[in-house]
């Protein structure tokens, strides 16, 4: 189980949680630096040792430094930085069929991935507080819709129904986001929902280093230092606002 301290605040009607999460202070100094100085690729190293299969052809492993809780990585078992249509469907179908499974996390190169070059995502027994805010329905077919999330400060494009109909839309979405030399986190809920979050950079200047999906997904994730306990709500609420408008 994650050892952490969670505090909520509401930005609007989002709850967002503060969480300290104190494997981040090893992950900073120890692996971090290390993945910089190392050109083997870690997921490849542990295909052969992992058992732990899904799907029959992505591995997982839990996860060293998580951010959530119960946090499993899930990868492909083949070394590539992109997804196929069939990984989209896998991706969908894990998180809406596994067992406890309540939410999903994709991050890719530009987004927060700390090892962009072999394509892995994360799952987890907790939900995204994103997935809570109020919604505005920009369109909708007999198959599909497509709606946005209100209340944030930054674009979250959720896309709901037919998974065959959600996927194509996803593709022809992130295509147009790569288009504009931009990234994107991809969040995946319990019902079989896609998020798009569209990000313009990974790095907020603030932390001085990647800001991943935990941070657009409504996670504020407390590590390093940790003088957010005496922080004020609305004090973290500011930092938080500034880390979105950096990336996003
Ligand atoms: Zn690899």
Known sequence: MLEKYDRMIFLQNMPCIV??????????????????????????????TTQNILFSRFKYIYNDFPFMSNQITVFNEEHKDTFSRNDLIDM??????????KSGGLQIKGSGASLPNHLHFSISDEEYPIVHLNEQKLMQTEKYSISRFIG???????????????????IKIS???????????????KKGEIIIIPRIKENSKLLNRKVGISLVGGIYPCYVNCNFKNKSDNAVIRDMLSHWRNIS
Do not use: Q
Request: a positive charge; charged letters at 20%; aromatic letters at 10%.
């Open 175 to 189: 295509e147009i986001i790569k288009s504009k030399n931009m990234s994107y986190n991809i969040i995946f809920t």
């Open 152 to 170: 944030l400060p930054h674009l979250a494009i959720k896309l709901t129904g037919c998974l065959d109909c959600i996927v194509d839309v996803s």
């Open 92 to 101: 969908v179908n894990i998180v809406t069929t596994l067992s406890g499974c």
């Open 19 to 48: 969480r300290f999460i104190p494997s981040f202070v090893k992950r900073y100094n120890i692996w971090d630096k290390h993945i910089t100085e190392t050109s083997e690729c870690p997921f490849c190293k542990k295909i052969c």
